[in-house]
């Protein structure tokens, strides 16, 4: 939190936050391989769109964020702000938080981080899901992040984390809890073009199209428990 009293609301600071954070989280035992990574690479501003398993994911993103992803903020929810110490932290880090249940206040968010993405090459980092979700099928993906990139004319760039169910469970309904050491794969998908879309008549298909493809690459990648690695 000092290092970020720097530049306070900066989004450099969570690459900042990556670099010191990576050698601590790797102590939970959880290996990346990191598929078509050169994608994040070779692009400017654009929308990530990533599936959303649970707070592990936030372990791979740290694993992306130093090399791949650089210049980016996350979109969450406004609750999030109030899980302190993390919360407030996030948002000194340059995490930008929205109002989903306020259609005002969440127009207000989005219309001056649309230009950030357009005039400041920023990179914004959505779960289109809205909430976590461990089952085997995609929620209903929520509209924001789409509107965004065709409003700034930016691409979407989807990625994929692959189940955690043979490393990880946290069922309260049934009572079952384990973690174990393994590799998670993350694929970087390639980049969907949104020049010349308009809301009115391409955001019903560019979503989509993006969840689509979202699906199919989790239906082929998988997690190896117990420190095997695949080939």
Known sequence: MPLFLIRPLDASNIR?????LNPVLSLFGIKYRIESAQVLDKIGPCVIVANHQSSIDFIGMMQLWPKHVRYCTILAKKELFWALPFG??????????VDRKNRKQATETMGPLTKKVQNE???????PEGTRNMNETFLPF??????LAIE????????????????????????????????VTIRCLEPIDTKGMTIENDLKTLIGNTEQVMINAYKEIRTTPNDKKDN
């Open 16 to 20: 900042l936050a990556a670099l010191f």
């Open 88 to 97: 407030f932290t996030a948002w000194l880090a340059g995490l930008e938080y």
């Open 152 to 183: 700034a004319q930016v691409p979407i760039v989807p990625v994929v984390f692959s189940s955690y169910k043979s490393i990880y469970n946290a069922d309260t309904a049934t009572n079952s809890f384990y973690w174990r050491r393994g590799y």
């Open 121 to 127: 090459s920023l990179r914004l980092w959505v779960f």
């Open 142 to 147: 929520k509209t924001g992040a789409f509107r």
